[in-house]
């Protein structure tokens, strides 16, 4: 008899998995040495590592700046449209057993610190709170998911503008 194992996942299959859903899902207008693929490794890479995009690409050779991400990242300045084909990445690999049948779902606030003075379009999605992480400044955004088998698997995201919920008037 012999026993059959499933391959472990490593980091560098998962990174490519990130990277490939998210290029098939979603277009940046690039330029120059500065590749979507390469964009999403270093952004996938720093976000992993609880890293700032700056020290990434650092830390990594023959990659692009950081001044050359952000630019190319400011080009995506549509917000609706940004979180509309981030859903669809997170939704083309659902596994089979999300997509049949009833699902009981969970729906969680979460908050990112925001430091320094936000731009008007960004003005709308920071709220105040308590101080925590040296700011009283935060981001705001709701992720929908589901446990199936002891696993999280999230479903979609929406980034949360203060006078859209409940949330701002007691977190204020």
Not at 148 to 168: G, H, P, S, Y
């Given at each position: 008899m012999?026993?059959t194992?499933?391959?472990?996942l490593?980091?560098n299959k998962?990174?490519?998995?990130v990277v490939?859903c998210?290029t098939?899902?979603i277009?940046l ?6 590749e979507q693929?390469n964009i ?5 890479r720093?976000?992993?590592?609880k890293?700032s995009?700056?020290?990434?690409t650092?830390?990594l050779?023959n990659v692009?700046t950081?001044?050359?991400?952000r ?7 549509d917000l609706?449209s940004l979180e509309?084909d981030?859903?669809t990445?997170l939704?083309s690999?659902?596994p ?11 729906i969680?606030?979460?908050f ?6 936000p731009?008007p379009s960004?003005?709308?999605?920071i709220?105040?709170?308590q101080?925590k992480?040296?700011t009283?400044?935060f ?5 929908v ?5 002891n696993?999280r ?8 503008q ?5 949330v701002?008037?007691?977190m204020?």
């Amino acid at each position: 008899m012999t026993a059959t194992t499933t391959p472990a996942l490593t980091d560098n299959k998962t990174l490519n998995e990130v990277v490939n859903c998210l290029t098939e899902n979603i277009t940046l207008q690039t330029q120059g040495k500065c590749e979507q693929r390469n964009i999403f490794e270093i952004l996938i890479r720093a976000a992993t590592q609880k890293d700032s995009i700056e020290n990434t690409t650092k830390v990594l050779k023959n990659v692009p700046t950081s001044n050359d991400i952000r630019y190319h990242l400011e080009k995506y300045s549509d917000l609706k449209s940004l979180e509309s084909d981030l859903n669809t990445a997170l939704q083309s690999r659902l596994p089979d057993g999300i997509r049949e049948g009833k699902q009981k779902i969970a729906i969680d606030f979460n908050f990112q610190p925001y430091y320094g003075e936000p731009s008007p379009s960004e003005a709308a999605y920071i709220y105040r709170s308590q101080a925590k992480s040296g700011t009283c400044s935060f981001y705001a955004y709701a992720t929908v998911y589901v446990i199936k088998k002891n696993k999280r698997v999230t479903l979609a995201i929406k980034a949360i503008q203060q006078q859209n919920t409940l949330v701002a008037a007691t977190m204020g």
